[in-house]
């Protein structure tokens, strides 16, 4: 079956960098997109970045571009999210997801077009 296992979360200041894994086992990841969403306390699920199934490109929602990055290994099956320059505001629990479609030929920023998710990872950012 599909699963998906994040990791890597924890607590940093403020300015300081931490990177997310997404494991992904059960399917043919190199064909798949895949998304990292968040959810902070209070407020509903935004979109954070996607990776293109073929890994060649990749879309960020405005409030991480410049800071956050995505990336993939499709040898491991794996998805990262690297991300610099943490503000407070970007404490939060993160999600990965897989595209509900294969080689869909778009990125997408909604969550109702990713099937699968993680269990999520907590990221505190604190001052």
């Known amino acids: 079956q599909v699963q998906l296992v994040e990791s890597g979360g924890g607590l940093v200041q403020v300015g300081n960098s931490l990177r997310l894994s997404c494991a992904a086992s059960?399917?043919?990841?190199?064909?798949?997109?895949m998304g990292w969403f968040r959810q902070a306390p209070g407020k509903e699920r935004e979109f954070v970045a996607a990776?293109?199934?073929?890994?060649?490109?990749?879309y960020y929602a405005d409030s991480v571009k410049g800071r956050f990055s995505i990336s993939r290994d499709n040898a491991k099956s794996t998805v990262y999210l690297q991300m610099n320059s943490l503000k407070l505001e970007d404490t939060a629990v993160y999600y990965c997801?897989?595209?509900?479609?294969?080689?869909?030929?778009?990125?997408?920023?909604?969550?109702?077009?990713?099937?699968?998710w993680g269990q999520g990872t907590q990221v505190t950012v604190s001052s």
């Open positions: 997801a897989r595209s509900s479609v294969a080689q869909r030929l778009r990125l997408s920023s909604l969550a109702t077009e990713y099937d699968y």
């Open positions: 059960g399917f043919f990841f190199r064909s798949y997109a």
């Open positions: 990776s293109h199934w073929n890994g060649n490109s990749a």
